[in-house]
């Protein structure tokens, strides 16, 4: 039997890919999103879309009352933790609140399941040991708070309502889809991958490496990897998995890699010496953050398919290479919305 899935925040990086996957799996998808930082083109032509905003409990209503849904994923945050660090209160009213609205109108609805994409920011600053669920979470930015307040009112939402719920604490993702047609295009930009591929095809200024006196091997911060295909798949697994229980999953390969071998692996890839300069450290960033996977590969199956950070960062640098201007100018968007 097929399924119907609300995507909330479908047009971005991850949800983008994740819509892609429902609905070649053969299920339908709807997708909400209010395209402020999101793509239209970005989404699947065989998806329904819907322009809204979570800001707007009307909206909501109207989504959520619409038909029978089996199950929501939400993506939908302001998501960087350098600017969380600029505009705390920004981001503990806008995340947390927007998630509540969504919780609350699915609760009233009958929603019986949703997908929460949390983030390892729930953490903190932590060492080199791989962090697993039971790790205790201290969050170290004002983003990585408003994820964790969301995480406990699912928790309540489950315990008073009976939602069933996942919350899955993504690392870092990365890649764009192997099939070519997506990938990853913020604006503004500030991720590590992207930045550094732009700055090897001479797209932007060298890269400014946030930080090299961190206490790592060779001092700059080290980060789990993982392909933005592989976090389709947990997703989906995730979903299957809570018609038995509400789940906690910590989603990475298990393995760090630091600025430094980020950057070489892109030079490597791209065939030249990425430009860069030395700056300061990001407000926010621990220095270590790498998952322990385990649980999510023992109760779901889950296997990333993407184990090396080379073949991560190949399928981000075609995209970028295909796609220099990302997806569409503003314009083109307001054609597409017409
Ligand atoms: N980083 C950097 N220069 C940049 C962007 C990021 O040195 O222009 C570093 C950042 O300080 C962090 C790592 O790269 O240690 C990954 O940052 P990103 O913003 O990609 O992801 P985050 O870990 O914040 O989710």
Redesign the pocket.
Known sequence: MTSHFLVVGGAGFIGSHLVAGIVSGGDHCTVLDNLQTGHLAAVDPRASFILGDLADPVTLDTVLASQRWDGVFHLADLSL??ESMREPMRYLTINPGNAGRLIDACIRHGVRRLVFTSSA?VFGNADAAPLDEDTPMRPASAYGEGKFIVERMLQWAERVHGLQFACLRFF?AAGADPGGRLGEAHQPE????P?AIDAALGHRPP?????DDYATPDG??V?DYVHVSDLVSAHLLAMERIEQSSVHYNVGLGRGYS?RE?IESVGRIAGCTVPMHCAGR?AG?PAW?IASPSRIMRETGWRPRFTSLDEIVESALIWRRNHPQGYETAALQRSLLA
Request: glycine share 10%; charged share 15%; with cysteine.
């Open positions: 933790v350098g920011n870092n500030t991720h590590l991958i930045l890269l400014a490496l946030y930080g700059t911060c980060r600025v980020v990001r960033d953050l």
